[in-house]
């Protein structure tokens, strides 16, 4: 055989298992990352190298023929409607990818920390004061005149407040689909939004159940709470609504304009008028500013509606 023909098919050859080998290598990364469960953003980066990988092998061998437009794990596929990034609005990904992967109950735990430093440590609507025992938080309701309406075991404990609800960004997910909340457990997509300290507030557990998953409205109602002291009103017209405290109304707007940021939730135009209302009405207070901070030192990243009226 002549020996420059010999040379080119070898040649050829390796460029044909040069792909195949990569291609497996993506493959494999695709499986485990699904297999296994890791960040989202653990497989963009995996794709990443490889591409750099490529482009090294693909340089080093003269002649290879021209390739399709390079892929990048953000960019949306063909008529797929996207969100504020770029990204597929079904991927649920983040702008600010200096976010931490905090699932839910370890970002409690990381919370309890925060709200230790805080002066005084108190709840979100009610402002009882907060217990702090073996590592778990109790409402003290009797110092902040907080009257049980019905649920004394769960009035008597704290639960972690999606201001925006799970199911407002779980509702759209497979998982959820398919069993409910406890389904999207482990799963990446929902776990980093779950857990997501900028979300999340210590609530008395009896009005966190009665709030549900209602929308934050302002309405005519009774001079006096069902809660007492606490200033928190559930409509009896439907659709049902919350009426929060207005010391609470700014936190609440700015993370609602969060959470449709970082994560691409979508907001009504009723849900967005009321926010952007309560956002200029109420700004923060020093305690947002400080709590802004310390769960970025913990989390990674910042709300920057906070961050940009504060000192």
Known sequence: MNPAKLAAYLKHLSKKWLIALITAAD????????AIGLRPDLHRSFILKLQNSWGIIRNAIRDFPSESPAFHPDSPAAGQNTDF??????????RD??????????????LIKIYRKASPPETFYCRCPLLFQNGRIYPDIAAC??????QE??????????????SWFGGQMTCWKTGGRNNCNNVPEFEIMAGDMHNLTPAVGEVNDDRKAYRYRQFPHPEQSVYGKCQFFI????????????YTRGFIARAFKYMERQHG??????????????????PPDDWECRRNQLVRTVQGNDNPFITAKCP
């Open 235 to 246: 409509s009896d017209d439907k659709p049902r609504a919350a009426e929060p405290p207005e």
């Open 85 to 94: 990034s770029g990204a597929p609005a079904s991927d649920l990904r983040r």
């Open 153 to 166: 075991k769960r009035a008597r404990r704290i639960e972690w407040e999606h201001i925006v609800p799970a």
């Open 97 to 110: 990818h200096a976010q931490k992967y905090f699932p839910f109950e370890k970002s409690k735990r990381e």
């Open 27 to 34: 493959i494999i990364g695709m499986v485990s990352v699904l």
């Open 265 to 282: 939730i979508k907001l009504s135009k009723g849900d967005r008028q009321i926010m952007d209302i309560w956002d200029r009405r109420y």
């Open 145 to 150: 005149g907080y009257r049980i309406r019905k």
